[in-house]
Nanobody, 124 residues
């Protein structure tokens, strides 16, 4: 069992930055794929970025603006978000995929454990 708790969300103006954190507890795996997804009101959950020991995957909307990283010693996943836009407004979810994969998956169906979500609101 893995528990995930996000923090760092909030309200920011267009062009601003935020850093989300996700602390994992319980049974953790250094080779586990960890990822970030987001869901805006009325929309489906959307892949943002993911990381495992083999590499990083990013969505087109996050590329060059969002940076994912992890500190295995602290069991913490991060998402640094820069140049935020109003369309980035969503609830951001941290997720863990315990299955060993050659590359990080961008499918929500691959992720078994989910956090409760952190609201990010970007004002125009």
């Amino acid at each position: 069992q893995v528990q995930l708790v996000e923090s760092g969300g909030g309200l920011v103006q267009t062009g601003g930055s935020l850093r989300l954190s996700c602390v994992a507890s319980g049974r953790t795996f250094t080779t586990t794929t960890m990822g970030w997804f987001r869901q805006a009101p009325g929309k489906e959950r959307e892949f943002v970025s993911a990381i495992n020991w083999r590499g990083i995957a990013r969505s087109a909307s996050a590329n060059d603006r969002f940076t994912i990283s992890r500190d295995n010693a602290k069991n913490t996943l991060y998402l640094q978000m820069n140049s935020l836009k109003p369309e980035d407004t969503a609830v951001y979810f941290c997720a863990a995929d315990p299955s060993p994969r050659p590359t990080p998956s961008d499918s929500a169906a691959s992720y078994y454990y989910w956090g409760q979500g952190a609201q990010v609101t970007v004002s125009s």
